[in-house]
């Protein structure tokens, strides 16, 4: 998603200490299985081969599930995926090139690159070639699936041997989502309780020290997208928040109908480092657990 708010009442580690609200405005958090990739046309390369390229390389991206579209411009998609083709060396029988592919976010700075280097038959560079365009593509797609696998929220606060010890956590129960379009009230309510558990955050639902709840919101952007938010709310025993945790985006209309799939855990995922911020700023204390009113 594209903006992660954090706000906390009472003691917040380190960075958020004294402050009672921060944005994290790091490209990083935005996910592309859940914001989607638009392929542009390769720069540089001739006509057809510029858009078979990117044809294939959004093909190779869809199938690993992540949302990707071959268009000329991004209209709305979260991320852009850009490429240059600039040739090396030329003959009259072989050209070779080097295609960089750089990964945005919406919000412009370079993610990720990868280069990628080869060598054509002057034919095909100058009239295009299906097969080649796919063959090039698929080995470029392989390479940014795996750039889009590493993007993650960067870890917060201190990087010493003493912070990297898991926190103590409360124990939690969340709640289903309100207003949550398709599958999306449970998907993404097990999908957030499959990161947290995988982080050390046990479940109670019996009696649990912390409840989130969690609430999704949208409104018309223009024709074609909705503005989506998505709030998690952390209440203690005393019924009281604690904090909050929020994602907003723009995306497509209709895109969150239906199955929710990949997406459920790219949005848990993209939650999930504040979400434990959050909780392990309220750990419960040592000794008995004091009686809900």
Known sequence: ?????????GAVPQPFRY?????????LLDVPTAVGIAVLPVRGAPQPLDTQMSAAVAARLQSFEIPAEAVATNLGLGFTLESEARPTETNALEVSIVVTWTLRSRRGPSVRTYRQVVTLPAATWANGDPATATRLGNEAGLAIGDMVNGIAPPPQGPTTAAAAVLPRFPTVSIKPVEGAPGDGRESLRLAVLESLADNGVRRDDIDPDVVVTCEITSSAYDASLQRVGILWRALGRDGKELGTVRLDNTIPIGALDGPWGPTAFAVADAALSDLLTLLASHAPTPGPKPQTP
């Open 19 to 27: 402050t009672s609200k921060v944005i994290t405005d790091n490209p």
């Open 1 to 9: 998603m594209a903006l992660i708010l954090v706000s906390a009442c």
